[in-house]
């Protein structure tokens, strides 16, 4: 079974940087997709990014393109998001999630499978 755990949230003022991690136990990670979602209070779930398990293919939302970056090391069984330029409406609660469902990954949640507990990413000054 696999199991997911992201670390790395915090406090952070605007235009600062954080970058979260996603390790994975139970299973290699080489074999899903992984896409990372939000959810800021009183708001519906987002997705971010994603990052395919083949091809290394990227998406990202358009709310976060050109600030965020998405990266894996499958030898450290890791997926990492780093998040730069922040905004005070970036502040949620950040989810890694695994599918092995397609090749390439979607950011849509209906999609995977598996879910880490989530980490608090709050902007302020």
């Known amino acids: 079974q696999l199991q997911l755990v992201e670390s790395g949230g915090g406090l952070v003022q605007p235009g600062g940087s954080l970058r979260l991690s996603c390790v994975a136990s139970?299973?290699?990670?080489?074999?899903?997709?992984i896409g990372w979602f939000r959810r800021a209070p009183g708001k519906e779930r987002e997705g971010v990014s994603c990052?395919?398990?083949?091809?290394?293919?990227?998406k990202f939302a358009d709310s976060v393109k050109g600030r965020f970056t998405i990266a894996r090391d499958n030898a450290r069984n890791m997926v990492y998001l780093e998040m730069n330029s922040l905004k005070p409406e970036d502040t949620a609660v950040y989810y890694c999630?695994?599918?092995?469902?397609?090749?390439?990954?979607?950011?849509?949640?209906?999609?995977?499978?598996?879910w880490g507990q989530g980490a608090q990413v709050t902007v302020s000054s």
């Open positions: 990052i395919s398990r083949v091809g290394g293919i990227l």
């Open positions: 139970g299973s290699n990670l080489n074999g899903y997709n």
């Open positions: 999630a695994a599918s092995s469902r397609a090749f390439v990954c979607e950011i849509q949640g209906s999609m995977y499978d598996y």
